[in-house]
Antibody, heavy 121, light 110 residues
Framework: QLQLQESGPGLVKPSETLSLTCTVS??????????WGWIRQPPGKGLEWIGS???????YYNPSLKSRVAISVDTSKNHFSLKLSSVTAADTAVYYC?????????????WGQGTLVTVSS | QSVLTQPPSASGTPGQRVTISCSGS????????VYWYQQLPGTAPKLLIY???ERPSGVPDRFSGSKSGTSASLAISGLRSEDEADYYC???????????FGGGTKLTVL
């Protein structure tokens, strides 16, 4: 059974870079059938897609975040990572990683449990 | 302001049928598949409906999805207390070149 687990600092200072990793178990991140994505949810608010990556490193990002986002993949470690630069309090959210079942679909299954990242000095 | 529009709340009594709407445009719902996610309190979202009306293995047939033009709906029949959750619709938007979600509907079972 495929499982995803987010990890990284729970507190980031304003203007710094948020870094998270999603470790995939129970399956290979190099599967040619799937993509891998990040989605976030500010406290008490709705979901926002951040971006997605293919095992070969191809990426596509939310245009509203594109200038600050970088997603990378490490197939040897079966994980992919998110970097969000120049963070502000508005970036405080629960960050989820998930498998995207087809290209440019917003079809995510399964999801990780999520990790809360707070931006504060 | 979400690209896809959902009512913020819905409610029903046990056994009832409830419908949640999701309104979009040609560039998202009109041209692409719609997905529905269920988020139980304090947990991660879970895929409920894919490709407009398909149910993943393990999702009860009490849940059904439909799409017409630029709108979609999620119907829950035989409402149960454990259905109390937030429900989100989602689609790809060709104009924005990005995935979009509805603002979410909080379902209360009275």
């Amino acid at each position: 059974q495929l499982q995803l687990q987010e990890s990284g600092p729970g507190l980031v200072k304003p203007s710094e870079t948020l870094s998270l990793t999603c470790t995939v178990s129970g399956g290979s991140i190099s599967s040619s059938s799937y993509f891998w994505g990040w989605i976030r949810q500010p406290p008490g608010k709705g979901l926002e897609w951040i971006g997605s990556i293919y095992y070969d490193g191809s990426t596509y990002y939310n245009p509203s975040l594109k200038s600050r986002v970088a997603i990378s993949v490490d197939t040897s470690k079966n994980h992919f990572s998110l970097k969000l630069s120049s963070v502000t309090a508005a970036d405080t959210a629960v960050y989820y990683c998930a498998r995207e079942t087809s290209l440019r679909s917003n079809w995510f299954d399964p999801w990780g449990q999520g990790t809360l990242v707070t931006v504060s000095s | 302001q979400s690209v896809l529009t959902q009512p913020p709340s819905a409610s029903g009594t046990p056994g009832q049928r409830v419908t949640i709407s999701c309104s979009g445009s040609r560039s998202n719902i009109g041209n692409n598949y719609v997905y529905w996610y269920q988020q139980l309190p304090g947990t991660a979202p879970k895929l409920l409906i894919y490709k407009n009306n398909e149910r993943p293995s393990g999702v009860p047939d009490r849940f059904s999805g439909s799409k017409s033009g630029t709108s979609a709906s999620l119907a829950i029949s035989g409402l149960r207390s454990e259905d109390e959750a937030d429900y989100y619709c989602a689609a790809w938007d060709d104009s924005l070149s990005g995935g979009v979600f509805g603002g979410g509907t909080k379902l209360t079972v009275l």
